[in-house]
T-cell receptor
Framework: DAKTTQPTSMDCAEGRAANLPCNHS???????VYWYRQIHSQGPQYIIH???NNETNEMASLIITEDRKSSTLILPHATLRDTAVYYC???????????FGTGTRLTVIP | ETGVTQSPTHLIKTRGQQVTLRCSSQ?????VSWYQQALGQGPQFIFQ???????GRGNFPPRFSGLQFPNYSSELNVNALELDDSALYLC??????????FGPGTRLLVL
């Protein structure tokens, strides 16, 4: 069963920050928030994950609210190559599977 | 360090045939998970192999089976192919059950 809710689609202007929201109101204390993206017909690409603290890497930042019921993935300067479907996934540490919902289709506009 | 690789990239089979898909895990990874992605949908978990044993299975019939070898590479076998088996088959590798890294997938078309 889906544990996350994401908008179906979003647009972002090239060079601007893309902020992708995700609701996970039933998240448990030992569940992490993972983000993957999938560019058309390719395998999903891992972006970032976090438990309760905000995280940043070379690809993106992950902001998790204090109550952990929602999060936002931030791509600081979107490029055309960031056009993809972005999946927010809640996963228990040690769980063997990832449940992919329908994701958010992000379109970066020139 | 090489990432996850899968072969073949594309495959066409007819209904009732059998197919074997292959996956080489990323260097240092000991766990392989397989997913099926139908057109327009998110990937769905088929099963996972850890240390050559099945370690969890999704809602797929027994005609979907797998193997993991001592070098941690893996095979997905599907018997008695059905039209609905047409999909992108994805393999992901990880260290134990931690972050999964995906390969490019094998696109299977069943006619």
């Amino acid at each position: 069963d889906a544990k996350t809710t994401q908008p179906t689609s979003m647009d972002c202007a090239e060079g601007r920050a893309a902020n992708l929201p995700c609701n996970h109101s039933t998240i448990s204390g030992n569940e992490y928030v993972y983000w993957y993206r999938q560019i058309h017909s390719q395998g999903p690409q891992y972006i970032i994950h976090g438990l309760k603290n905000n995280e940043t890497n070379e690809m993106a930042s992950l902001i998790i609210t204090e109550d952990r019921k929602s999060s936002t993935l931030i791509l600081p300067h979107a490029t055309l190559r960031d056009t993809a479907v972005y999946y927010c996934i809640v996963r228990q540490t040690g769980a063997n599977n990832l449940f992919f919902g329908t994701g958010t289709r992000l379109t970066v506009i020139p | 360090e090489t990432g996850v690789t899968q072969s073949p990239t594309h495959l066409i089979k007819t209904r009732g045939q059998q197919v074997t898909l292959r996956c080489s895990s990323q260097s240092g990874h000991n766990t392989v998970s397989w997913y099926q992605q139908a057109l327009g949908q998110g990937p769905q978990f088929i099963f996972q192999y850890y240390r050559e044993e099945e370690n969890g299975r999704g809602n797929f019939p027994p005609r979907f089976s797998g193997l993991q070898f001592p070098n941690y590479s893996s095979e997905l076998n599907v018997n008695a192919l059905e039209l609905d088996d047409s999909a992108l088959y994805l393999c992901a590798s990880s260290v134990d059950q931690e972050t999964q890294y995906f390969g490019p997938g094998t696109r299977l078309l069943v006619l």
